[in-house]
Every structure is written in C-alpha cells, then in structure tokens.
C-alpha cells in the first residue's frame, strides 16, 4: 500500500479524477487532501476537499449519487489519483451523468440523466 | 465558441486532463493557461503550462511522443477541460502509455510502450 504521507501535496491537496469504471467517461475532477484519500479507501466511497465550503465532501452525501470506488491509481509524478467508480446517478450537479458535458461550442454532447430540481 | 477569457482560471491556470479518444485510457492531467490552450486549438497538438519550468509546454516535443487533440471539452464549473487524443507512443515520462500507471498497492498495472533512456 502506498503511503499517502508520501504523496505530493500542494497545499495540502492533490487532484483526483473520477472515471466510469465500466464506460470508461470521465466524470469529474476535485481535490483531495489525505483526509479524504483516507476515507475514501476506508468507505468505498468518493470524498473529496471542498475548497469553497473548506471542509470534507463525501460526494452524493446531498443528491445521493455517490460513487463506490473500486479502484484507485497513481499518477508518476504521485501528485494526482484516477478513481474508478460504479456511479449512482450523475456526477454533475447540472444532471449530467459527467461534468464534462459540453464542448468547446458550448454543445451539450453529455447525456442529462436527472433534473436538479428534482434532487437539490 | 467558447470565449477562453470566460474559463475560470486560479492562478492562471485551469486543469487538463487527457484521455485517449480510442481506448479512453485517462493519460495524464496537467494545468493550462489561456495561451496553452489557444496554442493547442490552433495547432491541434496537446500544449501546457509548465509550473516546474514557468513556461509554455508543447508535450511531446523531446519525446515526439505528441497528443493530437481531438475534441476539448469543459467542465460545468469552467476549471477543468478534457482533451480527447490520439497519444503518440506513451505519455509517461517512465514509458508507460498513461501516467497513472500504478495501483494503491504500488502494483504496475498499466502498459509499458517504451524505454525512458531511449528517448530522452
């Protein structure tokens, strides 16, 4: 196991990627300090370091579309994690199913999969 | 198009994230500029901003191992693209095809497609 004291913070914080374990899209990227790598290895469950709100942020805890991790990997320069995820829902708090849901057109290509209304 | 003066920069520079468009093999992340990313819309070749070095970096220009960028897209919040390329060689600095070659337990799971000492 690698020891997330020896990861490359700045600030404090490293940057994680979420990815569809079984699509394969990318759904979103946020922070994470060590707190949160450590609580997410010990749930399951993503959680991230909201840097508005300056607290923990176990994603879905809101809307309930949380993201079980099954698996998490390194970057080389050990300053960013790819999270491989089953995702309930949508990752995007627009009800897309990925953040990325948009191109440089200002298209919509992402696929809506819920009303925020409806959850928020 | 979206109008880069819009993006949501901190400090300059907003997150890219690289996924191959074939296999969607998440490559790598990095951090842009605005003119990083103008650079990579006008040439169709992955640039970046080189915290380390403090300047413009075109990847792939010791290696030759270019990122033909595809489609970008944004992210909701306007942080974060993604740029969908075709990769070639590997986009690892340690030979592997992505740079999130490894697993918490520090197992190499990702693919070895050249010899570090070869290219550089």
Chains 1, 2 share one sequence.
């Not at 999270?83 to 199913?97: D, K, S, T």
Request: charged fraction near 30%; aromatic fraction near 10%; include cysteine.
């Amino acid at each position: 196991m690698i020891d997330f004291g020896n990861l490359k913070y700045e600030n404090g914080l490293i940057i994680g990627i979420v990815q569809d374990r079984a699509s394969k899209e990318v759904l979103m990227c946020a922070y994470m300090n060590r707190e949160a790598l450590e609580k997410t290895v010990e749930t399951g469950i993503a959680h991230f370091w909201s840097r508005s709100r300056q607290k923990l942020w176990k994603k879905g805890e809101t809307s309930g579309h949380l993201q079980k991790v099954k698996e998490i990997r390194i970057d080389c320069d050990m300053d960013s994690v790819l999270l491989l995820v089953e995702q309930v829902g949508g990752a995007c708090h627009m009800g897309y199913r990925s953040c990325f849901y948009r191109n440089l057109d200002g298209e919509v290509v992402g696929e809506k999969v819920f009303e925020p209304e409806d959850v928020y």
